[in-house]
C-alpha cells in the first residue's frame, strides 16, 4: 500500500516543495490551503504530471478551530491512514512592540501553535505505528530578531513542542522532529524589497537564500529516517557565521 502524508500548506513554497519530493518517492499526498484555491490547483496539475501521487486537496485555515474537523473528517471519510504529517503552515505578522495587538498575538499563537497540537490530538488514530510528525520551526525561533515578536516566539515554541511531545507519542510508535530553515526563497521571502533580501544575504555564510528544493530532501530524510526522534535541525546556510 502507498504510503499517505498530510502537508499543511502544501501548495505552494516549502509546502510545495516536500509534497513534490514526497510524491517522487511513492507518497500519495493531503495537501491543504487557507484561501488560493487556483494555486493549489495548479499544484496538483503540475505534481501529477511528474509524480503517480494520488492527491487531495482541503482549504483548510489554521486561524480557524474548525479547520481541525474539515482534515480529521476528510481522513475518515476516505479511510486514509498517515504515515507522516508535516505541519508546515505558518503565520507572520511585523509590528513594532508598542503596535502589538493582542488580537494579532492570538491569531498567530492560535496558528502556529494551538492549531497544531490540536489537529495532531485529533489526527492520532489515523496515524500508523512508525508514523513521524515534521514541524516547520525556524531560524529565528532560535536567533531573536526584531522583524515579528509573536512569529519568533511561536517558532521557538514549535521548536520546544517537539522536544516535549516525544515521550506523549513514544507509546503510539510515533516520531516526532523539527526543521528549522533560515531564509528560503519563497512568495513570502520574494515580498521583501531588495534591500532587505540583501541585509539577509550578507548574514549567511552561503551568502544567498535556500531554495525549496534543498530544503525539502531535509523534509524526507527526517520523515524517513527511523532512528531520527526529538531533533530540531537547523538548515540555514550558515546564518550568523558571517
Ligand atoms: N520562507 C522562509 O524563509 C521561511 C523560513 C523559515 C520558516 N518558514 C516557515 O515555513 C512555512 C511555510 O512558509 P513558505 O515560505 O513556504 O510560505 P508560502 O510560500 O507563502 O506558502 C504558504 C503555504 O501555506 C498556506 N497558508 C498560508 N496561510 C495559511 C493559513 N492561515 N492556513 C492554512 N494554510 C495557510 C498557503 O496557502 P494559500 O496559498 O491558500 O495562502 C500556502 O500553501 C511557514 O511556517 C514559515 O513560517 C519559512
Given amino acids: 500500500m502507498k504510503k499517505q502524508v498530510l502537508i499543511t500548506g502544501g501548495t505552494k513554497g516549502i509546502g510545495k ?9 511513492g507518497y500519495d ?7 488560493d484555491e487556483d494555486t493549489a490547483k495548479n499544484t496538483r496539475e503540475e505534481i501529477r504530471r511528474i509524480t503517480q501521487a494520488g492527491i487531495f486537496l482541503l482549504k483548510a485555515d489554521i486561524t480557524k478551530q474548525a479547520s481541525v474537523e474539515t482534515i480529521c473528517s476528510c481522513l475518515a471519510k476516505n479511510d486514509l491512514s498517515l504515515d507522516a504529517i508535516v505541519f508546515n503552515a505558518g503565520l507572520t505578522r511585523r509590528d513594532s512592540f508598542e503596535d502589538i495587538q493582542m488580537e494579532d498575538w492570538e491569531r498567530i499563537f492560535f496558528g502556529n501553535v494551538h492549531f497544531p497540537v490540536f489537529l495532531l490530538q485529533r489526527a492520532l488514530p489515523f496515524i500508523n505505528k512508525g508514523g513521524s510528525i515534521v514541524f516547520t520551526g525556524s531560524a529565528m525561533g532560535i536567533y ?3 522583524a515579528s515578536l509573536a512569529y519568533g516566539v511561536t517558532k521557538s515554541a514549535i521548536h520546544s513542542l517537539v522536544k516535549n511531545l516525544v515521550k506523549f507519542l513514544a507509546p503510539y510508535e510515533i516520531r516526532i522532529n523539527g526543521i528549522a530553515p533560515g531564509f528560503v526563497d519563497t512568495e513570502w521571502q520574494k515580498e521583501k524589497p531588495l534591500e532587505i533580501r540583501q ?3 550578507k548574514k549567511v555564510a552561503l551568502g544567498r537564500f535556500c531554495e525549496p528544493e534543498e530544503l525539502a530532501e531535509v523534509y524526507k530524510m527526517v520523515i524517513e529516517n527511523s532512528y531520527l526522534n526529538g531533533e530540531i535541525i537547523v538548515v540555514d546556510g550558515g546564518y550568523s557565521y558571517k
Fill in 199 to 201: 541585509n539577509i544575504e
Fill in 17 to 25: 516543495a516536500v509534497a513534490l519530493s514526497l510524491g517522487k518517492a
Fill in 144 to 146: 531573536p530578531h526584531s
Fill in 29 to 35: 499526498l493531503i495537501l491543504t490551503y487557507a484561501s
